[in-house]
Nanobody, 115 residues
């Protein structure tokens, strides 16, 4: 059974930083596009950042210049470095692995930005 396990969420003050980590198991990690999505209360889930198997990245306009996605295929890990956090970044953040052979989600990790 495929597993995506997120960690690194928490409570942080505005302007602070967090680094989210997602470790994958039981998939051929290197061929998957990996993404981070988020869902705030009462809102739809939205793409935050995505990195392809070849390393190309794209970001939501709201996080460009503040968030950085990266991957380490040897460690089967995708990271999301979040800087200059704002209250509107508060949400549950989900890791996603996508490929023509399958699409998988983690359980989510809560990020709360508040003073």
């Amino acid at each position: 059974q495929v597993q995506l396990v997120e960690s690194g969420g928490g409570l942080v003050q505005p302007g602070g930083s967090l680094r989210l980590s997602c470790v994958a198991s039981r998939i051929f990690f290197s061929i998957y596009a990996m993404g981070w999505y988020r869902q705030a209360p009462g809102k739809q889930r939205e793409l935050v950042a995505r990195i392809t198997s070849g390393g190309s990245t794209n970001y939501a306009d709201s996080v460009k210049g503040r968030f950085t996605i990266s991957r380490d295929n040897a460690k089967r890990t995708v990271l999301l470095q979040m800087n200059s956090l704002k209250p509107e970044d508060t949400a549950v953040y989900y890791c996603n692995a996508g490929h023509i052979s399958g699409d998988y989600w983690g359980q989510g990790t809560q990020v709360t930005v508040s003073s």
